[in-house]
């Protein structure tokens, strides 16, 4: 009796206990309303919502020590920043701008940016977008480009059927000449996929079709176009790149909710029993889950061979982001471009940024001393001591994917021989740093099969009480910004908590048309408060 009287009283451990694993190397089983797996943007907007109902409990996992997923920062030993790909602020959602203000309030945490693009063409620099810009062309292209206008224009009248693919979109709505010469090859290069594979709903805001009387009044008069879309002007972190915004976003959260690094990696899913397995033994039971793990990965943890067939049907490309540091003053022909598009093949990247443009802390400051790795061209410098700056950096992406094979070993020097095909650099340009990392799941491909695979996948997932979301939770590019994906996972939230519509991820061209301001951080959250359970 004694001996049972003494189990009874043994102590209880706490939620925070049983999070850092303090009560010893047995297995420990963690109960919550909601549990939410991935800390990249999807994911901690889930977080914040739940955080801020102050309803059901939760607790949000990830396998990376660091938040941010696909929207993270690497640095290099030199001192260069590189993000994982081009990512820029721009919103659609006051709630995504005031959660975005909250982590970094002040006005010196953040610059902002006119867009400066262009396309390489023809050894021009082109103003983005091209089709409304062809009067920067040589003669002969301008004629082609005009000619396709027409031929559009005068068959969009009579068309009586939508376009099959986004190949026969693009003609469709800007002729053949603007298709062979830049939207054809630029996107093959972006998705690794023909265009004649791909479906034309996910376009919405990201593609300006052509007004074919301006672009005519242009190129008699020699004008070009002004800024176009929704990101013509953008925010960008002072410090710490994009990774630094979602480093600071779960800084407000509470800590003992957040299990990040190896404790918080996921081994298996049991969605039947509505348990999930991590790294170090620890199980979770739930009652909802928001994924937002790729979903074609997601299913393999949970061993389901019927969804995982399913899945078999989505397409995705590789992204390869390249960094190049390069010591001196950054040069007048580069100036103060943001990102330029490049779709001819004497380079094997379809864009670059000039990260260095963006934040001055993008890269070491000019007293640092760094040796000379090597010369553009790939020779030896005559001198590798080290000697100070300045610096500038260009980042550089290249897709693959099964249909564009990439040689990785070759991938780093062909692509600085780029920028020097490009005029981008000069071979006698001293570079002081490289950077190369491959991102398996870099692009979700709008594919033809994506939305028959989607509509069955997704559902069957929401049946089983996971909502995956995200920009591979979900697969759809269209609302795979920043602002998007996060709100995908505030919305996920409402729907749980109290049914509320899923409005970016139903209704994407509702939401790029218009601004969102129904939700706010601060006035009348606790109205979207039903219960402390979630049933």
């Not at 801020?52 to 001192?79: C, F, K, R, Y």
């Amino acid at each position: 009796m004694l001996h049972t009287v003494r189990q009874t009283l043994k102590r209880v451990p706490s939620f925070q206990e049983l999070l850092q694993g303090k009560m010893g190397s047995a297995k420990e089983e963690i109960s919550i309303d909601v549990l939410v797996i991935g800390a990249g943007p999807t994911g901690l907007g889930a977080a914040k919502r739940l955080n801020q109902i102050d309803g059901p409990s939760w607790l949000i996992v990830d396998s990376n020590e660091t938040p941010g997923g696909l929207a993270s920062t690497d640095v290099t030993p030199e001192g260069f920043l590189y993000d994982v790909g081009g990512h820029v602020i721009f919103s659609h959602y006051k709630y995504f701008d005031d959660c975005i203000d909250e982590a970094l309030p002040n006005e010196d945490d953040w610059y902002t940016h006119q867009r400066i693009s262009y396309v390489r063409c023809k050894g021009l620099w082109v103003p983005y977008p091209f089709q409304n810009n062809i009067s920067m062309l040589p003669k002969e292209d301008q004629v082609k480009c005009i000619d396709g206008m027409i031929d559009a224009a005068l068959e969009a009248r009579v068309a009586n059927t939508k376009p099959k693919d986004f190949d026969e979109w693009i003609v469709r709505m800007m002729g053949t000449g603007v298709a062979d010469l830049f939207m054809r090859p630029y996107n093959y290069k972006v998705w690794a996929v023909p265009t004649t594979k791909m479906q034309c709903q996910w376009l919405g805001e990201r593609v300006a079709a052509p007004d074919v009387k301006r672009v005519t009044t242009n190129v008699i008069l020699g004008k070009t176009a002004g800024n176009w879309g929704p990101n013509a002007t953008f925010r960008f972190p002072a410090r710490d790149g994009t990774g630094g915004i979602w480093i600071a976003v779960a800084k407000t959260l509470p800590q003992s909710k957040t299990r990040f690094g190896d404790h918080g990696a996921v081994t298996k899913v049991d969605a039947d029993n509505k348990r999930v397995t991590l790294k170090d033994g620890t199980v979770v039971n739930y009652k909802k889950l928001i994924n937002t793990m790729a979903v074609d990965s997601l299913v393999q943890f949970m061993g389901d061979k019927k969804l995982i067939d399913l899945s078999k049907g989505l397409f995705y490309s590789t992204t390869h982001v390249i960094g190049v540091g390069i010591r001196g003053e950054r040069p007048e022909r580069i100036g103060d471009k943001c990102w330029l598009y490049f779709p001819e093949d004497n380079c094997p990247f379809y864009r670059a940024t000039i990260f260095s443009n963006y934040s001055p802390y993008n890269q070491p400051q000019s007293e640092v001393k760094l040796a000379t790795q090597q010369l553009a061209d790939g020779s030896k410098p005559s001198s590798t001591a080290p000697k100070e700056g300045p610096y500038w950096s260009i980042m550089l992406e290249v897709s693959e994917s099964s249909m564009k094979p990439v040689d990785q070993k070759s991938l780093l020097k062909d692509s600085i021989q780029g920028l020097i095909n490009t005029e981008m650099l000069k071979s006698t340009d001293e570079i002081v740093s490289t950077y190369h990392r491959r991102f398996d799941h870099g692009y979700p491909t709008p594919s033809l099969e994506r939305e028959g695979v989607l509509k069955e996948l997704l559902p069957a997932l929401q049946a089983k009480d996971i909502w995956s979301r995200g920009r591979f939770g979900s697969w759809r590019y269209e609302v795979g910004n920043q602002d998007h994906s996060f709100m995908l996972g505030v919305e996920a939230a409402d729907n749980i908590v109290n049914g509320a519509v899923e409005l970016t991820l139903n209704y994407p061209d509702f939401v790029n048309g218009r601004q969102n301001n129904e939700r706010r951080l601060v006035e009348g959250a606790q109205i979207f408060a039903k219960n402390k359970n979630v049933d």
